[in-house]
Structure formats: C-alpha cells, structure tokens
T-cell receptor, first 112, second 114 residues
Framework: QKEVEQNSGPLSVPEGAIASLNCTYS??????FFWYRQYSGKSPELIMF????GDKEDGRFTAQLNKASQYVSLLIRDSQPSDSATYLC????????????FGKGTLLTVNP | DVKVTQSSRYLVKRTGEKVFLECVQD?????MFWYRQDPGLGLRLIYF???????EKGDIPEGYSVSREKKERFSLILESASTNQTSMYLC?????????????FGSGTRLTVV
C-alpha cells in the first residue's frame, strides 16, 4: 500500500457546493496531517493542519481526521471558482516528527 | 511571515553541466528540504537537513548532493545534469518544535536540461 493515497480526481463541483477531498495513509504512527493547496504553476501553500481525531474548522474549510481508520479529509463549503487547484494531503511518517510525505494530489475544479 | 527564496524561477542547462539551486529562508528554521515535483509522481523528497552541516537522503537522492554551510541556506547540486532531471524543484523549511506546523515552500525552480 502506498504511504499516502488521495482520490485520483479530477473532481468537479458546481459553485456553492461542498467539495470533499479524501486521503488514506498506511503508517499508524503518523501524528500530524496537513492539507496544501497548489495553484497551477505555483508552489504549495498550507491551508489546514490537524493532529487530533475529529473535525477542525477554519472558515469554509473543515479537516477531518480518523486515526483508527487511517483517513483524513478536507471539506470545502460554498466552493468558489478560486478554490480550483490541486490539493495535497501530507503527513508525518516513518517515526519522524518533522519530515512530511505527500500524496499525489487531487485536482479540484469549481464550475461557475 | 516566513519567506523561503529560491534563487531562480527558471533555468535551462545543458546535459553534463554542474547545476546549483539555491534556497534561503529568513526565519531561523532548523529544517530545510528539497523536493522535486513531476506530473503523476507528486512531490518526492531528494534531501533534507535538520541542522547546519547535517544532511540526510530522502527518497530519490541519486544524482544529487546538498550543502548546508549556514543555517539559512540550503543548496541542491546536480553533479552532472541529465535530461531526466528536468523538473520543478521546490525548497521548503520548517521549525523544530514539539509539534510540526507544516512547511513553508519557496516559489520553485523549473529546471530544463537539454
């Protein structure tokens, strides 16, 4: 099993809808989880991080973590065309508390 | 805000050349990383450093080396550039605390080897 797996995408949603991005991981020892957004031709930018089971909300974004199921997700409410980007799931693994492993990303398109 | 600066946005080099990619961060971060990003392969870790003069291999170190003589600067070296090293190169940094608050990335260097 790959270390970090994301929906292959692309994911297309209408403006105003909820976009759901999913990620599973293989290392049960992973402690810290991050979602990055990457616009085409740009570098990744951090949008959310989560360490504990449950939900964490920041504006229109909600990160959800379930360590028992080894699953982390990102919900984007009231999706806007400006949310169109590739979303990268990343996490600490291999016993390291500072080295991140990244998924391949899911391309999200929000249609006006 | 933390700033991570990569010296070049675009580079074109010839096969066999020695190539230096420079990265500087201005927030006293201990950890620095070099990734390459390719379509369909995602971000792959080349090398990282958790302290001055310290370095560790990542997942794909072959054909690369690094140098960290000062805390703020982390250089990636392609000893003899090859066409399969054409890629987007991303530098990142982070602080060592009890908890990782994520990386800050530089703007990237798109390297083309011809």
């Amino acid at each position: 099993q790959k270390e970090v797996e994301q929906n292959s995408g692309p994911l297309s949603v209408p403006e105003g809808a909820i976009a759901s991005l999913n990620c599973t991981y293989s290392d049960r020892g992973s402690q810290s989880f991050f979602w990055y957004r990457q616009y085409s031709g740009k570098s990744p930018e951090l949008i959310m991080f989560i360490y504990s089971n449950g939900d964490k909300e920041d504006g229109r974004f909600t990160a959800q973590l379930n360590k028992a199921s080894q699953y982390v997700s990102l919900l984007i409410r009231d999706s806007q065309p400006s949310d169109s980007a590739t979303y990268l799931c990343s996490l600490t693994s291999g016993g390291s508390n500072y080295k991140l492993t990244f998924g391949k990303g899911t391309l999200l398109t929000v249609n006006p | 805000d933390v700033k991570v600066t990569q010296s070049s946005r675009y580079l074109v080099k010839r096969t066999g050349e020695k190539v230096f990619l420079e990265c500087v961060q201005d927030m006293d971060h201990e950890n620095m990383f070099w990734y390459r990003q390719d379509p369909g392969l995602g971000l792959r870790l080349i090398y990282f450093s958790y302290d001055v003069k310290m370095k560790e291999k990542g997942d794909i170190p072959e054909g690369y080396s690094v140098s960290r003589e000062k805390k703020e600067r982390f250089s990636l070296i392609l000893e003899s550039a090859s066409t399969n090293q054409t890629s987007m190169y991303l530098c990142a940094s982070s602080k060592t605390t009890g908890v990782l608050y994520g990386y800050t990335f530089g703007s990237g260097t798109r390297l083309t080897v011809v």
